[in-house]
């Protein structure tokens, strides 16, 4: 084992073409976690790459050749016999055992019972996704619908990009799970509870109600799929949205714009922490704001106008400030008797979340 470790010691690490996150590693004993391919084991490197190459021991734990029993016993004398002060595992899994040293850095899927500061990583937001761009014009929109949140897609070649997320999304899943990930891509944006799932995926495999109810626990607990529930309804059926709508164009073929247009907005709300719900014909309720927003790609005054209309009820009795019309490109703000009707464009939107 000593042999491994001082292989991985003499290690040069690349981090070719890191491009700055909005999430930074502090001096402290730190877990990254977050989905696959969202970006942690790049935002280790380049934190271990601005110290100085022997204070510093970097361990990839999905290498087969990793004997855990004799890293274990190993790894305590190897760190103190060369002076390391940081140790970072990536991918770390709960059977290495952890010891005393300066730093410790983990990343994993998910947040593990440690105490240490928790880094949730998540996949980019609009803004962050523009610093990935090699140039800023009108194309950058597109292109953040047709490749999404994932930080390697910018340098994978377009006609592989679908096969790429394909197989990162079949290595991080277990089969089950990359199926109700499938099923899921075709139902975004709806209310769905886990025997709608059941029900879709058992014509298609056998599965029993409790093993899918587990699977499906997991995949909303690392994040791949989220949920919204409606608001002061606790117990009603949830909203169900993917963590990224690239995972869409990638498993299905059957389109839809208007939900993934809504996948989107709520994404970019999700990443920012901001509190919603769902209400029967509101797509985002935002109590902290006192503001509905509504995902409408192609809106018309009109349309609009009837729409708040049916909503005055609830927009009297929750105190609503504004209706934010969340648009692809059309930008105005409308008089309303009952409250104020802002359309914005998603790009003018995203980007002033980001400076929350």
């Known amino acids: 084992m000593n042999t491994l470790l001082d292989e991985y010691y003499r290690y040069d690490l690349h981090n070719a073409g890191f491009i700055e996150r909005k999430f930074t590693i502090g001096e402290e004993n730190t877990l990254i976690y977050g989905i696959s391919q969202s970006g942690k084991s790049s935002l280790l490197k380049n934190y271990l790459l601005s110290h100085k190459k022997p204070t510093y021991l970097y361990l990839d734990c999905r290498d087969i050749r990793l004997n855990i029993e004799e890293l274990n016993n190993t790894l305590p004398q190897f760190c103190r016999e060369n002076k390391i002060s940081i140790l970072a595992l990536d991918n770390y899994h709960e059977s290495i055992r952890l010891f005393e040293i300066e730093q410790i850095l983990l990343t994993s899927e998910v947040l593990l019972e440690l105490p240490f500061s928790a880094l949730q990583?998540?996949?980019?937001d609009y803004e962050e996704f523009l610093a990935f761009e090699s140039k800023f014009d009108s194309t950058a929109?597109?292109?953040?619908f047709q490749l999404g949140g994932f930080p390697a897609m910018h340098r994978i070649?377009?006609?592989e990009r679908v096969l790429y997320l394909q197989s990162t999304l079949q290595r991080a899943l277990d089969p089950i799970e990359f199926s109700i990930l499938s099923q899921a891509s075709k139902m975004v944006t709806q209310k769905v509870s886990a025997f709608n799932l059941y029900e879709r995926l058992k014509s298609e495999r056998k599965i029993s109600k409790d093993k899918l109810y587990l699977h499906l626990e997991s995949m909303y607990k690392r994040?791949?799929?989220?949920?919204?529930?409606?608001?002061?309804?606790?117990?009603?059926?949830?909203?169900?949205y993917l963590c990224d709508i690239a995972i869409k164009h990638a498993l299905v073929l059957q389109k839809h714009f208007g939900r993934l247009f809504e996948n989107l907005i709520f994404s970019e709300l999700d990443k920012h922490g901001i509190e919603c719900y769902y209400d029967?014909?509101?797509?985002?309720?935002?109590?902290?704001r006192q503001q509905i927003i509504i995902a409408s790609p192609f809106a018309n005054e009109h349309a609009l106008f009837k729409k708040v209309e049916a909503l005055e009820a609830f927009i009297v009795s929750n105190r609503v400030?504004?209706?934010?019309?969340?648009?692809?490109?059309?930008?105005?703000?409308?008089?309303h008797p009952v409250s104020r009707i802002e359309m914005i464009p998603f790009e003018r939107w995203a980007l002033s979340e980001g400076e929350e």
Not at 280 to 288: A, K, M, N, V
């Open 121 to 124: 990583l998540p996949l980019l």
């Open 141 to 144: 929109l597109n292109h953040f």
């Open 223 to 240: 994040g791949y799929l989220k949920s919204l529930s409606k608001y002061n309804h606790p117990s009603a059926v949830k909203k169900l």
């Open 157 to 159: 070649p377009s006609e």
């Open 321 to 335: 400030r504004e209706v934010i019309v969340v648009t692809m490109n059309l930008e105005s703000t409308l008089s």
């Open 280 to 288: 029967e014909g509101i797509d985002f309720f935002l109590p902290q």
